[in-house]
């Protein structure tokens, strides 16, 4: 009942429809991936969850400074340090890490699941225990800003990877080995970065797997299926072969002005537009027909058939620039209609001409 006030769809939408234009999950799946959700983070969260019965430490706030420096400033403010980069790589064939210093190096495969910006925080993890040095202090560069920033606002909710990237910090911080993170720009030819780059898109199946996986990750994965299933559930409805491959609103929400606009689209590409012919269908209305062309008065033969709007629909095509024996159907028109903004607006400023509000 939300979606359909959300989206101001009629009651009578089938679910299926409404689920796919909505871009949300099926119910029970929802309830599954949630319950899912809650145990694997409880199991990550290890003995600070709360159905652990044991006393929680406190945790740990540590913010770092991240600097935006290139190589050369680099050696001009760190000279004394022991150098480490590291960069991740995602592909369709593997996911892996790297670190490389002037003493060795390591490349790693990680599960595919893990998001990018995990592997770039567990390069630097692994980095961190195989890569330095008791004897100087370490300078780690990474092109990953988006790891620096969430390190240096770390909260009791950052990703688990981060905690524990800011553990192995804290470990070091304890032994008076300082330690200093700078985001160097990808691809700008600062040699370090470009051999980490070049070291973990090496990677094949030989490489060692590093068995970790972030629990966000997993919870995001188990999302993206959940969302499959409302797609496999429409794809093989049967209202797949006459409404067709109707996108999700939040992706069309961008580039519409109001809620107005938000309902009538909805309405248009779920054929839940008020027309007679529905009406008709559910008891509302006496007359189904069109009384001009003694056709069903449906949006189908409103948009594309009814005499009465002939030169509105010429105007229409015209400024679309859509060939009439290309859009035979509504399904095939609304594909083209909505397929960029400039298309959806001149649909929208439209639909005057033809009676529709």
Sequence with gaps: MALRVALGLPKWTPNIVLMKIAGQEVLSEKIKRLAAQFFIRQLANGVHSPIYDQNCNPSIKLIKRDEDLFEEVVYKEFQDYH???TDASKSHSFTSIAGISNLQSFVYRIHPINSIFTAEALAICQALDELSVTDKN???LTDSYSVLQALKCLTIKSPKVIHRLAGKILVRKNFHQRISLVWTPGHSLIHWNEKADLLAKTVTESHPLLEWIAYEDIISRYQTISLQKTNLSFQHSKYQESIGDIPAMFTL????????????????????????????????????????CNRDNNIEHIILFCSKYSNHRSILYAKLNFDPQLCSSLKAFFQ????DKRHLRILLQSLKSFDIY
């Design 253 to 292: 929400t961008p580039w519409l002005k109001n809620r107005r606009e938000d309902i009538i689209i909805a309405r248009l590409l779920t054929r839940m537009i008020i027309t007679p012919a529905l009406l008709h269908r559910f008891g509302l209305h006496n007359y189904p027909r069109c009384q001009i």
């Design 336 to 339: 083209n209609a909505v397929s």
């Design 138 to 140: 370490l300078l780690l």
């Design 83 to 85: 150098i480490i980069a």
